[in-house]
């Protein structure tokens, strides 16, 4: 019976990891959606429409609980879907891609030289 209680704490301990390491699974699920996030960046529109959505949930996220009268609901909504999580890196991960590919304006450059 020690065997069996010892294999499962092993394998628990595999699926669920320390907590420190919950990036790990972030960045396994970020692979995961890698294609569908190629396919978002590939157009800047809809990159950039992503990332305005993105930005729109995690201002959501942050003041919904802050309106009287919606902090119960908030939090029972925020506790199951927590999109702060999932929007939040795969925007970065957009972000990325878009600062690399774009190619600022004369202007622009000029403006960015300042500082």
């Known amino acids: 019976r020690g065997d069996v209680d010892s294999w499962k704490t092993f394998c628990a301990g595999l699926v669920t990891g320390a907590y420190h ?10 692979d995961a959606a890698g294609p569908v996030l190629q396919c978002i960046a590939q157009e800047r529109k809809i990159a950039v429409y992503y990332l305005l959505l993105a930005l729109g949930v995690q201002c959501w996220v942050f003041f919904l609980p802050l309106i009287p009268g919606m902090e119960s609901l908030s939090g029972q909504v925020l506790e199951k879907l927590h999109p702060e999580l999932v929007l939040g890196f795969s925007a970065y991960f957009v972000l990325g891609h878009v600062l690399n590919q774009w190619k600022p304006t004369r202007r622009q450059a000029a403006f960015w030289r300042q500082w």
């Open 21 to 30: 390491m919950w990036f790990l699974w972030m960045l396994a699920g970020l």
